[in-house]
């Protein structure tokens, strides 16, 4: 049986996934695609992640899409809420229709001599093996692992009479009201439950290795809610959109120029906020420089007033082993407790896990490099999204989305089949794919293609630069090789 054929298949239907197919209708119109998602259900992260308070870790202006305004009051919005904006996105441009749910794409095998794609699925809850065919590959599955999160082998786990959960494994029979909660971790996850557990809670404490920085945000933005009663949504979402898209850029140009100034800035926003009673020199105060790692946002300061009402706490120590009562710190100190909310990271996949197959040859990520942080060295006709990690993640998607629509149009127009990113240029060295020094990307990099030392290998975490390269440069830049196939 001959597979199903399409111009363009895209692996997920969540935030990225819903907004390429929209462009792809809008930018390239009578192109064929599906949209490929291994879950049951839209949205992705969004529909996965379950934990009490999720919510976006960016203002919703810029992680929102360009096509679409963000018309709800708050700024920081609850997963819910951003798990219907991308729904009602999908309904209102008709790309429902065009998702093919519980298609888990194992691998992909690209033919320069037919020059296209035989992607390998398996199918619904039997995973019936299915294949499907496309001109073009576009991965937008997110970075991280849907299976399972990362969880360190900590010692005496089966000892702990309580219940452990890790927040990617969160059940709506998790029950925490009035019972002693311990939070290990210190990233975005946990400084989002532990105030949104405190109400619950008899008490929340979190308990982590090393401080994070944590900067306090009002939960709406003033400035757009004006702009949105004075102006047609359209210009108010754009005028806020590149309001905080220039905020954000200069507010990291600052950290990588005067650190010292940026963290005496974000430490005393700290003390003002959680009050005398924590040591905030101990417990928010990193070793290194804002910005080295992601920084993590809360709205309305909802951490430090959990913190400051007596309704949580935060402990800074080292895990010595897990008890039949709660957790013994390498201090000595015992931290008794009913619930351990493991709030310890991700684990990373690049491409989703799919394994790359080019003219029978096994592609190996990380003997790879990244071309315009989208692309593949030596793999034909194939995208991928990776957002930025000092701005929000749709905002690289958005760009990418752009660029591969005007690659297709050019490749259509000129009668060309393959396009394929060539490293020739000898004097481009290998850098690590991010230059980032959080836990999570530490694992993860020999997972990962590298990058080049400049362009077009490297992966600009600058908003602007991409903007002018990926939107308005050219596509044809003496790097990707264009061909009509045999």
């Known amino acids: 049986m001959t597979p199903e054929h399409f111009d363009i298949l895209i692996v997920g239907a969540g935030l990225s996934g819903i907004g390429a197919a929209v462009q792809l209708k809008q930018n390239c119109p009578g192109r064929g695609f599906a949209i490929l998602e291994g879950r049951e259900a839209l949205g992705g992260t969004w529909d996965l992640f379950r934990y009490p308070g999720i919510r976006s870790d960016s203002d919703m202006y810029t992680l929102g899409y360009a096509f679409r305004p963000w018309t709800e009051k708050k700024s920081i919005a609850d997963g819910a809420t951003i798990l219907k904006y991308i729904a009602d996105t999908a309904r209102d441009h008709d790309i429902d229709r065009h998702i093919r749910y519980s298609h888990r794409v194992k691998q992909a095998s690209w033919s320069s001599a037919d020059t296209r794609w035989t992607i390998d699925i398996d199918k619904g809850p039997q995973r019936e093996p299915v294949q499907i065919t496309c001109n073009f590959l576009y991965v937008c599955s997110g970075y991280y692992n849907y299976e399972h999160?990362?969880?360190?082998?900590?010692?005496?786990?089966?000892?702990?009479?309580?219940?452990?959960?890790?927040?990617?494994?969160?059940?709506?029979?998790?029950?925490?009201?009035?019972?002693?909660?311990?939070?290990?971790?210190?990233?975005?996850?946990?400084?989002?439950?532990?105030?949104?557990?405190?109400?619950?809670?008899?008490?929340?404490?979190?308990?982590?290795?090393?401080?994070?920085?944590?900067?306090?945000?009002?939960?709406?933005?003033k400035l757009a809610g004006w702009l949105n009663r004075h102006l047609p949504s359209g210009?108010?979402?754009?005028?806020?959109?590149?309001?905080n898209v220039l905020l954000g850029m200069a507010f990291f140009r600052l950290s990588k120029r005067q650190p010292e100034r940026v963290r005496k800035m974000i430490i005393e926003g700290v003390k003002k906020a959680v009050g005398p009673d924590c040591d905030v020199d101990k417990h928010f105060t990193p070793s290194y420089k804002p910005w080295d790692q992601r920084l993590c946002l809360v709205p309305n300061a909802d951490l430090f007033k959990a913190i400051r009402k007596g309704k949580a706490s935060v402990v800074?120590?080292?895990?010595?082993?897990?008890?039949?009562k709660g957790i013994r710190l390498r201090s000595g100190q015992?931290?008794?407790?009913?619930?351990?909310?493991?709030?310890?990271g991700l684990d990373l996949l690049a491409l989703g896990g799919i394994d790359i197959v080019v003219d029978g040859k096994a592609v190996v990520?990380?003997?790879?490099?990244?071309?315009?942080?989208?692309?593949?060295?030596?793999?034909?006709?194939?995208?991928?999204?990776?957002?930025?990690?000092?701005?929000?993640?749709?905002?690289?998607?958005?760009?990418?989305?752009?660029?591969?629509?005007?690659?297709?149009?050019?490749?259509?127009?000129?009668?060309f089949r393959q396009c394929t990113p060539r490293l020739t240029d000898p004097s481009v060295t290998e850098e690590s794919w991010i230059d980032f020094s959080s836990g999570y990307i530490q694992r993860s990099l020999d997972k990962f293609p590298t990058q080049g030392n400049k362009k077009p290998w490297r992966l600009h975490q600058n908003y602007a630069l991409d903007l002018v390269t990926l939107r308005f440069g050219p596509v044809n830049d003496g790097t990707m090789v264009f061909s009509k196939g045999y």
């Open 149 to 221: 999160g990362y969880t360190p082998d900590f010692p005496g786990t089966g000892r702990f009479s309580g219940r452990i959960v890790h927040p990617q494994k969160w059940t709506a029979d998790v029950d925490y009201a009035g019972k002693r909660v311990v939070v290990i971790g210190s990233g975005a996850t946990a400084v989002t439950l532990v105030p949104s557990m405190a109400d619950k809670a008899a008490h929340v404490t979190m308990l982590q290795r090393s401080p994070t920085y944590v900067v306090s945000r009002p939960a709406e933005d």
């Open 334 to 344: 015992e931290l008794e407790a009913d619930v351990i909310v493991t709030a310890t």
């Open 316 to 324: 800074t120590d080292h895990i010595e082993t897990f008890t039949e």
């Open 365 to 415: 990520m990380n003997k790879t490099m990244s071309y315009k942080g989208m692309m593949l060295a030596g793999v034909p006709n194939l995208a991928y999204v990776i957002g930025y990690t000092n701005a929000s993640w749709t905002l690289k998607a958005d760009l990418t989305g752009d660029y591969l629509c005007r690659l297709l149009n050019s490749m259509a127009k000129q009668g």
């Open 235 to 243: 210009l108010a979402y754009g005028i806020t959109r590149w309001k």
